[in-house]
């Protein structure tokens, strides 16, 4: 073995060693939860029972290293895994750089600072393109301005710099025809001038196919004075053709009743360049908490699903949960 090798070997071990962690903590977490839903309460068509149960518990762990960095991770054990034989969805693993950020990878089920905003009105239970089948559109179609997500994806976000956090994520895959690649950053404040006024600005660039960029970017607004929160938002998609340049606009009121009682109203509207049908939505929806227990709906009404001129929908969801 050659010097080199020996002075690369004890630098490698010594920093091992420097950044060791502590022994840590490993706990499960959970709740009861029952669902009663209809994504399409417009068809004719059985739904058969519209029962479901929540199946899924996260698992986190943590420890703390002798640099004062701390490092974590989460798997999620779900029953509705998409991967037969794998029942780990979510997982992922946040290192905590003691005041210079978070630095998260995400083997699956991670948000990238565009996805994460991408629709951030206010609504009492969940947005106005949701619950509706098709509303959020499909691989390959979507039918709002969220960026990409994808599994093995790195995200950062910084310290709060008086008000202003930055976030930004980074996803690179290849295969034999694609070269997939993924960038955006995000930033949202906290005006101290006026309070209760928060904003936030994001965007992205996107090659999810080869040679083909899209430019997606956000910008919303939300104001909270005592129990009534407003909010707007307003997103672009541009690419290279009508068919990937998508207009989102979207609205949201909430009031609170009392401190457990919320309800909420909001409305989105989605315009797609190629498709002369708009795509509009509206929902009503509330939610209470009460000790452990927590209950909430929506109903949610969407006109031209998918820019179809013949998909208008109706929907509904409730959900009661029971923590502990």
């Known amino acids: 073995m050659n010097k080199f090798t020996k002075v690369g070997l004890s630098a490698l071990a010594g920093s091992l060693v420097a950044f060791s962690a502590h022994a840590g903590s490993l706990s499960a977490s959970g709740s009861a939860s029952l669902t009663f839903a209809n994504g399409d309460d417009s068809s004719l068509t059985h739904e058969g029972n519209q029962w479901t149960m929540g199946d899924s518990v996260t698992f986190t762990g943590s420890g703390e290293m002798d640099n004062g960095m701390t490092i974590s991770v989460s798997y999620e054990l779900d029953g509705d895994a998409a991967d037969t034989g794998n029942e780990f969805d979510s997982h992922s693993m946040t290192l905590d750089t003691n005041g210079m950020g978070t630095i998260t990878f995400a083997g699956h089920g991670g948000s990238s600072a565009m996805s994460a905003i991408d629709d951030v009105t206010p609504n009492a239970y969940e947005e106005s393109w949701a619950v509706v089948t098709g509303g959020g559109g499909a691989t390959g179609a979507p039918t709002l301005v969220d960026g990409l997500s994808g599994n093995n994806m790195f995200t950062y976000t910084s310290p709060d710099l008086g008000g202003v956090t930055i976030t930004a994520a980074y996803l690179n895959a290849s295969d034999a025809i694609t070269d997939v690649s993924y960038m955006d950053f995000a930033i949202a404040a906290d005006i101290a001038a006026v309070d209760g006024l928060s904003v936030g600005f994001g965007m992205a660039e996107t090659e999810e196919t080869l040679g083909t960029v899209i430019d997606d970017s956000t910008m919303y607004a939300k104001y909270t004075y005592g129990s009534v929160t407003?909010?707007?938002?307003?997103?672009?998609?541009?690419?290279?053709?009508?068919?990937?340049?998508?207009?989102?606009?979207?609205?949201?009121?909430?009031?609170?009743?009392?401190?457990?009682?919320?309800?909420?109203?909001?409305?989105?509207?989605?315009?797609?360049?190629?498709?002369?049908?708009?795509?509009?939505?509206?929902?009503?929806?509330?939610?209470?908490?009460?000790?452990?227990?927590?209950?909430?709906?929506?109903?949610?009404?969407?006109?031209?699903?998918?820019?179809?001129?013949?998909?208008?929908?109706?929907?509904?969801?409730?959900?009661?949960?029971f923590a502990f």
């Open 230 to 321: 407003i909010g707007y938002q307003v997103s672009e998609s541009d690419g290279p053709t009508s068919a990937t340049d998508i207009d989102f606009k979207a609205a949201g009121i909430t009031y609170a009743v009392t401190d457990d009682f919320t309800v909420g109203y909001s409305t989105s509207e989605s315009d797609k360049a190629s498709d002369s049908d708009v795509q509009e939505a509206t929902a009503i929806g509330a939610s209470y908490t009460s000790g452990g227990i927590t209950i909430g709906g929506s109903m949610n009404s969407i006109d031209n699903v998918g820019f179809d001129a013949s998909a208008d929908r109706d929907g509904y969801e409730f959900n009661i949960a």
